[in-house]
């Protein structure tokens, strides 16, 4: 008829009314459904978008964000009431000013910058020239989540269901997908994984080709039925081909998260970065106040063999934790890296 709905995401989604207080509580009465079927958290979609512009002129509020922000610490609480360790992680796609007073509810909130950033510097051979480069970028952004939450929890990650696929992103290059890994699965925080990137599945926009099924297998008698039709992934190695190859991409993947578990400075460490010199070579540290066994992490993201002297950092002492090739190597402040190489060095 001649009537009109509020969509402020979408003309197909018709926005809730978050300004009636019954609606606040039957969404909060759902997600204490869940959390008392066992539910430990929820992962919250467009988590900027409850309340949009026009609401916030409405209400005499110059920043939409400050009523998001309410709603979501009451959304908060109310899953604490059922299980106070309850984990909640909002996607916040907005700079990172935008995204840190999120922090005020969220234990994390998804890292976009990691992703584009990382496929940056592998396409191109060398580090972003963004706030003195990839290390110095992330340091900012930490430090700007923090003034919100100094426990606050990063959630790095490569690509989402959004977004087109990482392989595709770096035109299926197989040992550019491994080094992309090996960069986010040693950054802080919980790191989030894309299903089908550990295998390499391909895919771009629109939303269907990124989103086809697991590919477990050559036949298809381990696949959905009632899924999209696989189109793009027809010839990408299934994960029980996978499995069975100690070089392949999911066997990289285990490989570093196995790494990350076994290292304690890895999982739960804090990050600096290490200047380096050299526009091909990013550099960082991780390490818990008060502990050794802290780590020095490089990565070399052109295709050619670099070699560094540390200058501000001492690694005189430290040894191979990791190397992604044989052919990078430390000796004392210097850094042999072969090209495309991760090398990870542990300290006392």
């Known amino acids: 008829g001649q009537s009109f ?8 989604m018709p926005d809730l009314n978050y300004d009636n207080p019954d609606v606040r509580k039957e969404i909060e009465n759902v997600a204490q459904f869940w959390m008392k079927m066992g ?16 609401e916030a002129y409405r209400a005499g509020d110059k920043n939409v964000s400050n009523m998001n922000v309410s709603w979501w610490k009451e959304f908060a609480k109310a899953c604490e009431v059922v299980n106070p360790d309850a984990y909640l992680i909002g996607e916040v796609w907005e700079k990172p000013e935008v995204m840190a007073p999120y922090y005020a509810a969220f234990d994390s909130t998804f890292n976009f910058s990691i992703g584009t950033d990382v496929i940056s510097m ?13 290390a110095e970028k992330l340091d900012s952004i930490y430090k700007t989540y923090k003034t ?20 595709s992103s770096v035109n299926n290059d197989v040992t550019k997908a491994k ?10 925080g919980n790191p989030f994984i894309y299903y089908g990137e550990e295998i390499g599945m391909v895919g771009t926009k629109p939303d269907e080709i990124i989103r086809e099924p697991f590919i477990w297998s050559k036949s298809d008698d381990k696949r959905t039925t009632k899924w999209e039709k696989i189109t793009a992934n027809k010839d990408t190695v299934p994960y029980d081909v996978q499995a069975k190859d100690s070089n392949s991409l ?3 993947y285990k490989e570093i998260i196995a790494l990350r578990k076994a290292t304690p400075a890895l999982m739960t460490g804090d990050f600096a970065p290490i200047k380096t010199d050299n526009t091909a070579v990013i550099g960082y540290s991780r390490f818990i106040q008060g502990q050794g066994g802290s780590c020095y992490v490089f990565h070399n993201v052109s295709g050619a063999s670099q070699t560094i002297t540390l200058a501000d950092t001492d690694a005189s002492s430290s040894k191979v934790l990791y ?12 850094i042999t890296l072969a090209p495309m190489s ?3 060095l542990k300290n006392p």
């Open 323 to 334: 190397k992604s090739d044989q052919a990078s190597a430390a000796k004392g402040n210097t």
């Open 39 to 54: 539910v430990r958290g929820f992962r919250l979609d467009a988590a900027l978008h409850i309340y949009g512009d026009g």
């Open 342 to 344: 991760t090398l990870i």
């Open 148 to 167: 919100v939450d100094q426990n606050m929890i990063d959630a790095p990650f490569l690509s989402n269901h959004d977004q087109n696929r990482v392989m």
């Open 250 to 252: 999911f066997s990289h």
């Open 122 to 134: 592998l396409n191109s051979g060398a580090n972003i020239e963004e706030n003195g480069g990839f």
């Open 179 to 188: 080094l992309a890994a090996s960069i986010y699965l040693t950054l802080p």
């Open 5 to 12: 709905f509020y969509g402020i995401f979408s003309d197909a």
